[in-house]
């Protein structure tokens, strides 16, 4: 059992669901179940990432999972920092058990890259009523022991690839569930600019001069990438100064 408050406390454990958020939702649709309860399963039949893009991952070797929370004290207009705490606490997690010469970045908004390839994904479903969330189903696919990727994913890797070496997939679920619990404490203090700054300070190509696409237009727009906002929206430096993105506005362009 985790070394948590209440994260990973209730477990639910699958061998193939068609999507742990949808399983998840469905618990809080037929009750309140209680805040940290997990649904796990080995394989995903229909998992989703953001914008509606599937999730491919091969049975039983990477992890995948939800987490049900209540942050009902968080503002809709600070929800941001909910999708900030959980990207930093799967960063957090990974860190722990991965070489210090393997860095572990965050693409905005929230997957998670190990150099220049990503290993994960977070897709958070808040539950509003009025003006408060009700509830947030975290979605978490991370792929660990998987070794081999279909040629439509070529940014695609694992800790596994990156590390030279297999993990346990139970030890590092309980990694996670304290990372991520430590975040979400965190964010529960109020103190968003800590969480901000770190965040940045994490960001894939912070810094860095490289090519983006407009997705209106297809056009490419060669820019910095300076920060985020506290609503979520890239920050980046043009020729023409700053300007502002969220996540269906703009893409990466990969090297």
């Known amino acids: 059992m985790s070394n948590t408050l209440f994260t990973g406390k209730v477990y639910h454990r699958f061998d193939e669901l068609p999507s742990t958020n949808d399983r998840a939702a469905s618990l809080l649709a037929d009750g309140d179940p209680p805040e940290g309860t997990i649904v796990r399963a080995d394989y995903q039949s229909a998992g989703r990432g953001q914008m509606g893009a599937q999730w491919w991952s091969r049975p039983g070797e990477n992890l995948l999972l939800s987490i049900i929370y209540y942050p009902t004290w968080l503002e809709i207009g600070a929800q941001f920092y909910?999708?900030?705490?959980?990207?930093?606490?799967?960063?957090?997690?990974?860190?722990?058990?991965?070489?210090?010469?393997?860095?572990?970045?965050?693409?905005?908004?929230?997957?998670?890259?190990?150099?220049?390839?990503?290993?994960?994904g977070i897709l958070i479903q808040n539950a509003l009523s009025g003006m408060q969330i009700q509830s947030s189903v975290i979605g978490i696919g991370l792929n660990v022991n998987q070794s081999e990727?279909?040629?439509?994913?070529?940014?695609?890797?694992?800790?596994?690839?990156?590390?030279?070496?297999?993990?346990?997939?139970?030890?590092?679920?309980?990694?996670?569930?304290?990372?991520?619990?430590?975040?979400?404490?965190?964010?529960?203090?109020?103190?968003?600019?800590?969480?901000?700054?770190?965040y940045e300070s994490y960001l894939w190509r912070y810094g860095t001069p490289a090519s983006y696409s407009r997705l209106r237009d297809g056009a490419l727009l060669e820019a910095t990438l300076i920060g985020v906002t506290s609503q979520g929206l890239l920050r980046l430096h043009t020729t023409e100064g700053e300007k502002r993105f969220d996540i269906k506005e703009i893409a990466f362009c990969h090297e």
């Open 82 to 120: 909910l999708n900030v705490s959980v990207a930093l606490g799967v960063r957090d997690a990974i860190a722990k058990v991965l070489p210090a010469s393997i860095p572990v970045l965050i693409k905005w908004p929230n997957d998670i890259y190990l150099g220049h390839k990503k290993t994960g």
């Open 149 to 198: 990727f279909p040629d439509s994913l070529p940014h695609a890797t694992s800790l596994s690839l990156m590390a030279g070496q297999a993990f346990d997939l139970d030890a590092l679920a309980e990694k996670m569930f304290e990372c991520l619990e430590n975040r979400y404490l965190q964010l529960r203090t109020g103190n968003h600019a800590a969480l901000h700054s770190e």
